[in-house]
């Protein structure tokens, strides 16, 4: 828990709801079957969307984390955001090969891991602590 504050089951509900909504709205794009061919354009879209779909998802896990474990443990908060997002991203591609006209690549994973990283380096940057801007001073 979050220094001394006592975990209630609706602060629960609400740090876990979100990253379990959006992972739900990932299954259900992640679902339907593709038998398109996709232009380039809509391709790099789509690109785009699963990059901002995974940061979503590594935000919303990182408020959850940063929740649930002690101020203290920032670096860990922000891997335990990492991990949990990454491993959707990986089980996400698996389940597309079992989806009609889609496949999962290890390509996606890497795309899906761009927003993830980019949420995780602004996370430990907004969590630094007071007067530390990574500088030494003479």
């Known amino acids: 828990m979050r ?3 006592p975990t209630t089951a609706f602060r629960l509900v609400t740090l ?3 990253p379990l909504a959006v992972m739900a709205v990932i299954f259900y794009f992640s679902s339907q079957p593709s038998t398109a061919h ?3 354009w809509e391709v790099l879209l789509r690109k785009l969307g699963h990059a901002s779909g995974y ?3 590594a935000f919303t896990w ?3 984390f940063r929740g649930l474990l002690p101020s203290s443990h920032r670096f860990v908060v922000v891997l335990a955001a990492v991990a949990a997002s990454l491993a959707y991203a ?3 591609e698996l389940h597309q090969t079992l989806v009609t006209g889609r496949h999962g690549t290890p390509i996606d994973v890497l795309v899906d891991s761009l ?3 980019a ?3 602004l996370a430990l940057r907004r969590s630094r602590p007071p007067g530390d801007v990574g500088t030494a001073q003479p």
């Open 3 to 5: 220094d001394s504050s």
């Open 16 to 18: 876990l709801l979100p």
């Open 38 to 40: 996709y232009p380039d």
């Open 55 to 57: 940061a979503l998802l």
């Open 62 to 64: 990182w408020r959850a």
């Open 90 to 92: 990986v089980t996400d």
């Open 115 to 117: 927003g993830i990283t």
């Open 119 to 121: 949420v995780a380096v």
